[in-house]
């Protein structure tokens, strides 16, 4: 006599493979929640020092404009002040880039605007290097009470999203990161 599977057996082997797919499946869905932020992190970091190393090499005020567009995506683009004697008068160097999708710039004390979109928030970096801690108005940090710094808050455009912050500092114009929830 042949011996076969019941219907009971076959039901649980069913349940046991689907609650082996849910843990899979979470698994992979949180596997690449990290990598939007680094890559924004790494282009807010990269766009930060070609605009610092532009200003030391080229002896030109460098600025760097960040904001976010209708639809909270951050945008980032450098100028250059040719004028000193004209420090409105800016020419646009490079192109816009945008942080990777569902990724927007977070208002900070210091820049209250980018909760506004096509609001931008600027970093001025002078010819030795700093930034200018003065322009376009003084600069105050969130996360301490540190004179000369700005921040950068990085957000994550979902419930419970990832939040990175950088610092800049005003006499160096060292950047330094980290993230947090």
Do not use: C
């Amino acid at each position: 006599m042949k011996r076969a599977f019941t219907l009971i057996e076959l039901l649980m082997v069913m349940a046991i493979m689907g609650v082996m797919l849910t843990i899979t499946i979470t698994a992979f869905n949180s596997l690449g929640s990290g990598t939007g932020v680094r890559g924004a992190l790494l282009q807010t970091r990269s766009e930060l020092s070609l605009a610092r190393q532009n200003a030391i090499a080229r002896r030109v005020k460098t600025r760097l404009h960040i904001g976010n567009t209708e639809d909270s995506r951050g945008y980032i683009f450098r100028t250059e002040v040719l004028d000193p004697k004209n420090p409105n008068d800016e020419t646009v160097f490079g192109s816009t880039n945008y942080l990777p999708k569902g990724f927007y710039f977070g208002a900070t004390v210091a820049a209250p605007q980018l909760a506004t979109p096509n609001q931008d928030d600027v970093f001025e970096f002078n010819f030795d290097g700093s930034a200018d801690s003065e322009y376009p108005d003084r600069w105050t940090s969130d996360l301490s009470t540190r004179a000369k710094t700005k921040d950068i808050i990085i957000k994550e455009n979902r419930p419970g999203g990832l939040v990175v912050t950088s610092v800049v500092y005003g006499m160096t114009g060292r950047i330094k990161h980290w993230s947090h929830k």
